[in-house]
């Protein structure tokens, strides 16, 4: 099977950052434009996710919320979104995170893969990477994704790094690829188990939590212990969907 790529910030592989957060000096506004937010370019892959969250320990948890923006607003309207070109915003729900970040931007994308109202978790594919907006005037342009966070939608760019699956310094982060573990057997009968499904998708994930499984983003999600008909179910929505999937069991 080809080999998966695990999923760093906003991307799946490898992130190169050309330009952090917080900086002055870049070509806008002759090195005197504030930014604030981190550019981010996905190297193996030109798909912006959802995020994960870091936790700060190594760790990171799945985080949910809504796509209040998915639109490009015109140079002439006067609204310095334009800047922005195509983008996204996400809104996060209640007690996602720690911080005091509220708004997600992911900004001069080429297509956007999600439309206002639709609700999102970790790893939904949110837009494709892109040089719209003010991102086409670099020379040469390149594709990228400003990402910025907010704590309200008019506020200032905070520190985006629990986000962003890199430092705030210039460099390549993340890891290009993962040797693939083997898929397993359907599960066992009368065993409880512990599912590891890679990417497993909002699906797979809305279905565990509905049948009252803890669900922990590992690498993908894990699920369980589940029983063995529970374990079943979602092996089965993994089958279809071509998700690749390794169970490990556990002892009851
Ligand atoms: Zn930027």
Known sequence: MTQALKQTGIFKGRTRVPYAY?????????????HGGIDLVGMDDDTI?????????????AIRGTVTRA??????SGDRTWEWGWYICVQLDADQTPDAVNFLYFCHNEKLLVKAGQKVISGTPLAVMGNSGNAALNDPPYKHCHLEVRATATGVGLDPTRYSGTKNAVGTYGTAALPAPEPADPPMAA??????????GEDIVAKAQALGLPVRPVQGFEIGPASSGDAMTLWGMAQAAGKPYYASYTEE
């Open 22 to 34: 917080g900086c002055f000096g870049y070509t806008r506004g002759d090195g005197k434009t504030w």
């Open 49 to 61: 996710c959802m995020p994960y969250y870091e936790n700060g320990d190594g760790t990171q948890r």
């Open 71 to 76: 639109r490009k607003v015109d140079k002439a």
């Open 191 to 200: 065993q409880l188990q512990t599912l590891c499904i890679l990417d497993a």
